[in-house]
C-alpha cells in the first residue's frame, strides 16, 4: 500500500520557520522523484521544491528559493524527504503536499499539512 504521510505543518508567526517531513512507503521511493506543492485558499495548487532520486539535484520555485531546503532520506523501506522553511511570509500559508514520481513529483500523493503564516 502506497503511503505518503505529511507532518510538521502548523501556525508560526512571519519570520518564522517550520520543517515539513513527508513518509512515503509502500514502493522503492528510494527510486523517485519527491517534491513538495501548495495550494492556498482560492488557488490552484503551484509547485515549490523537488529533489531527484539521489539528492543530487533540487529544484524551486523563484518565491521560495533562498528560504526553503528540500532534503531526503532514503532508507530501506521508507524515505523520508524533508522541507525546511525560513523567513516565513504570510504568502507561504498554504496546505502543503508531498508527492513523488518516476520523473517529476506528480504520480503519487500525501493528504497534506496545513501551514499558517501569521503577520
Known amino acids: 500500500q502506497v503511503q505518503l504521510v505529511e507532518s510538521g505543518g502548523g501556525l508560526v508567526q512571519a519570520g518564522g520557520s517550520l520543517r515539513l517531513s513527508c513518509a512515503a512507503s509502500?514502493?522503492?521511493?528510494?527510486?523517485?522523484?519527491m517534491g513538495w506543492f501548495r495550494q492556498a485558499p482560492g488557488k490552484e495548487r503551484e509547485f515549490v521544491a523537488a529533489i531527484s532520486w539521489s539528492g543530487g539535484s533540487t529544484y524551486y520555485a523563484d518565491s521560495v528559493k533562498g528560504r526553503f531546503t528540500i532534503s531526503r532520506d532514503n532508507a530501506k523501506n521508507t524515505v523520508t524527504v524533508y522541507l525546511q522553511m525560513n523567513s516565513l511570509k504570510p504568502e507561504d500559508t498554504a496546505v502543503y503536499y508531498c508527492a513523488a514520481g518516476d520523473s517529476f513529483p506528480e504520480d503519487y500523493w500525501g493528504q497534506g499539512t496545513q501551514v499558517t503564516v501569521s503577520s
Open positions: 509502500g514502493r522503492t521511493f528510494s527510486s523517485y522523484a
